[in-house]
């Protein structure tokens, strides 16, 4: 009964009070199966799974982020990040853009790679997180850019 709760129960709070190996890489774009695939990882791994639905909410997020994209965080970094978030596994973005700096600082890891259908991955992104940006970029989220 308690792998049944576990699999198809509802959705749970990770209680970590040890710490846990990262295990998989996620390396799929945004709009793949992610979303679904976070849930799935949060079922069935003993850490969490970091996805962009997390991306800035975590303590250390707004100085990690910005740091990785200019390129300035270090393996140790990396390893620090990871281990503070209890994470277990990593998909989607930002983190997948990063599968191959993380294939090498975790070589027993799986690399998951999530594909779709190139065609209905345009309309995804198009009616979705395309739409989010361009909203980003107009004037209507000017107190958006404030506090970004």
């Known amino acids: 009964m308690e ?27 945004p709009r793949t199966g992610t979303s679904s695939t976070l849930t799935a990882l ?18 250390g997020d707004a100085v990690f ?19 503070c978030e209890g994470l277990s596994a990593s998909v989607d973005f930002p983190m997948s853009l990063y599968w191959k700096d993380l294939m090498e600082m975790y070589p027993n890891a ?17 009616n979705s997180i395309r739409k989010v940006g361009a909203f980003i970029d107009s004037w209507g989220s000017l107190p958006l850019k404030l506090v970004l």
């Open 42 to 59: 949060e079922q069935l791994l003993p850490g969490k799974c970091h996805h962009m639905q997390r991306a800035l909410k975590g303590e």
């Open 110 to 126: 799986k690399v998951l790679l999530t594909v779709r259908d190139p065609n209905k991955w345009y309309l995804s992104v198009k």
């Open 3 to 29: 792998l049944i709760e576990k699999l198809v129960g509802a959705k749970r709070i990770k209680e970590q009070e040890d710490e846990v190996e990262y295990v998989l890489i996620g390396a799929g774009l």
């Open 65 to 83: 982020w910005p740091k990785a994209g200019r390129g300035e965080v270090l393996e140790e970094d990396w390893k620090h990040f990871i281990k």
